[in-house]
């Protein structure tokens, strides 16, 4: 399906987004892909998967997120505002349990963005993609399942590229070496 293509084009900017050390311009291609995958959400919602409106609307907002803490706008009004809107898309395209899923998931990427380390963002995103996973898997959203496994692998790498090396450098230099 057409719809598919819009996914991937999202799912290529996710993964490269994590090859990207700076948190500013990490955030900035994720708003930019989370606006594409709202609309792969959205395109598959209305093929008939509804369920699919949940990740829809949590997609678009946590676009609007990302755009908002590149500037590190972090505040409680923020943070609040932003799990009442959650809960409201939750309640309004709730389908069963499974709607839960991407709401844990995208409340976990909010308190990692929280913590302003983009180390933390590397490592908790597995978590979040795994949720995001099996919730893409229920609603047929491949081309998302594609994107959850590419961030996995792509979290991982980053993981060894930009903190297990950086770390061993510096261990190195401590002794030395």
């Known amino acids: 399906m057409w719809i598919h293509l819009v996914g991937l084009i999202a799912t290529t900017l996710t993964v490269l987004s994590y090859q990207i ?7 900035t291609v994720q708003t930019i892909s989370g606006s594409i995958m709202a609309a792969y959400y959205g395109g598959l919602g209305l093929l008939g998967s509804k369920v699919a409106f ?6 678009f907002i946590d676009a609007i ?26 309640y309004f395209t709730w389908s069963g349990p499974l ?4 709401v844990l ?9 929280w913590l302003n380390d983009v180390r933390y963002i590397r490592r908790g995103v597995i978590i979040v993609a795994l949720l995001w996973d099996v919730y893409n898997y229920n609603t047929g959203a491949y081309a998302a399942m594609v994107c959850d496994w590419f961030i996995i692998i792509s979290s991982l790498i980053a993981v ?10 510096l261990g190195d230099v401590a002794n030395g070496n």
């Open 21 to 27: 050390d700076d948190r500013k311009k990490l955030l």
């Open 160 to 169: 060894y590229r930009f903190d297990i090396k950086k770390e061993q450098k």
């Open 65 to 90: 997120r990302n755009y908002l803490f590149i500037e590190k706008a972090k505040s409680i009004k923020l943070v609040a505002s932003y799990l009442v809107i959650i809960g409201l898309i939750t």
């Open 105 to 113: 998931g995208t409340v976990t990427y909010l308190f990692l963005l």
């Open 54 to 59: 949940t990740a829809m609307g949590i997609n």
């Open 99 to 102: 709607s839960l899923l991407p």
